[in-house]
């Protein structure tokens, strides 16, 4: 298989399963967008404790919460 094509499979399959960890986090309400899931599940791979992520990301929620959104204004 060639080198770009082994990347391209590879960069596919890690935007499926951000996908479906989209899907479940929606479904869990937790907020957390692509971007923000794909930063947590990096951090994880590299050693990050789960718990304790998620304890910092609800600790900076609760000391720095989002301004209210105007309307027609979309989540990011």
């Known amino acids: 298989m060639a080198p770009s094509l082994e990347v391209a499979e590879k960069r596919q399959a890690a935007r499926e399963v951000i996908d479906i960890l989209h899907e479940i986090a929606t479904l869990l309400n937790t907020g957390l967008n692509r971007q923000q899931l794909s930063y947590c599940v990096s951090l994880i791979e590299n050693g990050v404790n789960p718990e304790a ?6 600790e900076l929620r609760n000391r720095y919460p989002e301004p209210p959104q105007s309307e027609g204004e979309e989540a990011a």
Do not use: E, G
């Open 53 to 58: 992520l998620a304890n910092v990301i609800k």
